[in-house]
């Protein structure tokens, strides 16, 4: 295993975590199709609420939001409706989170954004 995934299952288990404390139900993790990849799936209340984690390891001048474009979007919710589609869940409301963990300064920070990503190719 590369140290790149490594850490990025590191930063989805810690997002995980923090996503529990907060009342979600994780429903499944790293879920894949030929459309792309969902890094958490989980429930809060009947919302199904999509997780898209972002991390960084070293400080830089641009923040793991800004790493979230168009393109990546258009992949998630490609993969979010076949994935609804596929277990038929179309019924429940949808939402698209992004959550950051930034060990730049040392100590992960977490930080969460409900409803942040939209179709339109904008986040945070």
Avoid at 22 to 34: E, L, P, Q
Avoid at 41 to 66: D, F
Wanted: charge should be positive; glycine fraction near 8%.
């Amino acid at each position: 295993m590369t140290i790149k995934k490594e850490r990025g299952d590191q930063a989805e288990t810690l997002a995980a975590r923090h996503l529990e404390r907060r009342g979600m139900k994780i429903i499944a993790r790293n879920h894949r199709d030929r459309s792309g990849e969902l890094d958490i799936i989980a429930l809060e209340g009947k919302t199904l609420c999509v997780i898209e984690v972002r991390s960084r390891w070293e400080p830089s001048a641009y923040l793991p939001e800004q790493g979230l474009g168009p393109g990546k979007i258009k992949r998630l919710y490609k993969t979010t409706a076949r994935l609804l589609q596929k277990h038929r869940l179309s019924h429940l409301p949808v939402r698209m989170d992004l959550m950051v963990i930034d060990w730049a300064a040392g100590n992960p920070e977490i930080r969460f954004y409900p409803a942040s990503i939209s179709a339109g190719g904008q986040s945070g």
